[in-house]
């Protein structure tokens, strides 16, 4: 399996969220393209959804916003690229980010 160990712009940015097997991904679009981690950003607080997502995006990632778990599946379901769930744990509805983590790990394992 070929590899594109592309570091990303100041990952320490965000401190230790992330290791090192985040910041490196494989080779994933064809020969010679590498592969930028998406990461979906649960968070039903909009204000604190958009600073996660602007530490995300300025550590050099790809980051996807969902404001609830259901909008969360939503968003798994449409974009197979998504690779790292960051969710808040108390959310409004019938599931908590607990329980979309579990619900994620089932049915998406690559996530």
């Known amino acids: 399996m070929n590899h594109c160990l592309e570091p990303r712009p100041r990952p320490a940015k965000i401190g ?3 290791c090192n097997q985040v910041l490196f991904g494989p080779l994933s679009a064809g020969f010679g393209a590498c592969w930028v981690m998406k990461i979906l950003v649960v968070e039903d607080e909009p204000l604190i959804r958009l600073g ?3 530490a995300i995006e ?9 404001a609830s778990a259901a909008e969360a599946i939503r968003r798994l379901e449409a974009d197979h690229n998504i690779r790292l769930l960051l969710t808040d744990v108390d959310m409004p509805g019938g599931m908590d ?13 690559p996530v």
């Open 58 to 66: 300025e550590a050099g990632y790809e980051v996807s916003e969902a």
């Open 16 to 18: 230790k969220l992330l």
């Open 97 to 109: 980010g607990i329980a979309l983590a579990h619900y994620v790990r089932d049915r998406w394992p």
């Open 52 to 54: 996660l997502a602007t």
